[in-house]
């Protein structure tokens, strides 16, 4: 059974940093290519940044390039979300998601599994 975990959501007042992991099981982590949506209330599910298997290649949203870093440690499993100078617009649930076939990283429907999410709030 394939599980995805994400892990280190919370508090955050704006202008901090916050990380969020996703830890997988029951697929061969290395053959996936990850990614990190979020969706904020009333709002649609959205790309924050993509990782190839091997970690060499990333691409980001562009309201989040520069700020946040995705990263993955395909030995332990897991996929991270570095997020550094949170602005308000940040608060959502974030969710990990695991991409077997292909296709594009911003592509909801190009992902194979997903997370329950992580709540991250601006406490500003």
């Known amino acids: 059974q394939v599980q995805l975990v994400e892990s280190g959501g919370g508090l955050v007042q704006a202008g901090g940093s916050l990380r969020v992991s996703c830890a997988a099981s029951?697929?061969?982590?290395?053959?996936?290519?990850m990614g990190w949506f979020r969706q904020a209330p009333g709002k649609e599910r959205e790309f924050v940044a993509g990782i190839s298997w091997t970690g060499s290649t990333t691409y980001y949203a562009d309201s989040v390039k520069g700020r946040f870093t995705i990263s993955r440690d395909n030995a332990k499993g897991t996929v991270y979300l570095q997020m550094n100078s949170l602005k308000p617009e940040d608060t959502a649930v974030y969710y990990c998601?695991?991409?077997?076939?292909?296709?594009?990283?911003?592509?909801?429907?190009?992902?194979?599994?997903w997370g329950q999410g992580t709540q991250v709030t601006d406490s500003s």
């Open positions: 029951g697929l061969t982590f290395s053959s996936y290519a």
């Open positions: 998601a695991g991409n077997y076939r292909g296709g594009s990283y911003g592509i909801r429907d190009d992902y194979d599994y």
